[in-house]
């Protein structure tokens, strides 16, 4: 079974509960979610939040949504997966972080694609980074994922998820998908009030005419709109989407 992990919480530090945030009349987390359905390769979305209490809204905007959900350890993320990936028996993780309104079925489903017809344990599409940042996706067999959870041993690792993945290369077969042009410079992703900003504008365009709107949607805004891309291009990106 192939289940999209979308973790998620409300005690971000630089944008508070931003996950409940309302975009053209619905929260943050309903688009991320909503986005991950036209999937043809994804089977379950289950979301992965924490048991600090003030996570209990996120639970229940599941359970108001008929969405599955698990509980688990909020720093220890890499935890919060396993445990979520065993409890409902999946195969395949495909990582989903609940910051990306923008998430584009088609490119997820061609990440799944890689990693089963290349019989991978891991494929993702950020390192090399050629797209947008907030367009990252990342699939990993149960086997793996359980490897990594129990042999990585850092702070940095147990919080951000794949770092061992990343990092132990000889332990994995993994391979990359890269997009034709370089664009990882566009930020897709929200931290700060200036991304959301930026997602509440191309929204604004676009989601009223198609729902399921594309990144070559995104992309054809931009040309016509250069502005927008500028509301969040001074925002330091994260150090998880560098280069090495």
């Known amino acids: 079974m192939i289940i999209a ?9 630089r944008l508070e509960h931003k996950s409940l945030k309302d975009i053209c009349g ?8 909503n986005r991950l359905k036209p999937s043809k390769k994804i089977d379950k979305i289950v979301l992965a ?8 809204a996120l639970e229940r905007w599941a359970l108001d949504n008929k969405i599955d959900c698990y509980r688990g350890k909020e720093e220890d993320v890499l935890d919060r ?9 999946a195969d395949i993780i495909v990582r989903i972080t609940a910051d990306d309104p923008f998430k584009d079925p088609a490119i997820i489903d061609q990440v799944i694609d890689l990693f089963e017809d290349d019989n991978l344990d891991f494929a993702y599409n950020n390192k090399p980074a050629t797209f947008p940042e907030g367009l990252d996706v990342e699939v ?15 702070s940095f690792s147990r919080e951000h998820v794949t770092p061992y993945f990343y990092n ?17 410079y566009l930020r897709w992703t929200i931290d700060t009030q200036e991304d959301f900003d930026m997602a509440s504008v191309v ?3 676009l989601f009223r005419l198609n729902e399921n709107f594309s990144m070559s949607d995104i ?8 502005e927008i891309a500028q509301i969040n291009s001074k925002v330091a990106r994260s150090a998880m989407y560098k280069n090495k």
């Open 219 to 226: 992309l054809s805004l931009l040309e016509r709109r250069p």
């Open 5 to 13: 992990i979308v973790q998620v919480r409300m005690g971000s530090t």
């Open 49 to 56: 939040t924490t048991d600090n209490p003030q996570d209990d």
């Open 203 to 205: 929204y604004e365009e």
């Open 168 to 184: 132990n290369p000889g332990m994995f077969k993994r391979k990359c998908l890269t997009y034709p042009i370089d664009l990882s």
């Open 26 to 33: 619905r929260p943050l987390i309903w688009h991320v979610v």
């Open 81 to 89: 997966f396993y445990q979520a990936a065993k409890n409902f028996k």
């Open 140 to 154: 990993f067999s149960f086997k793996s994922l359980e490897t990594a959870w129990s042999q990585a041993k850092d």
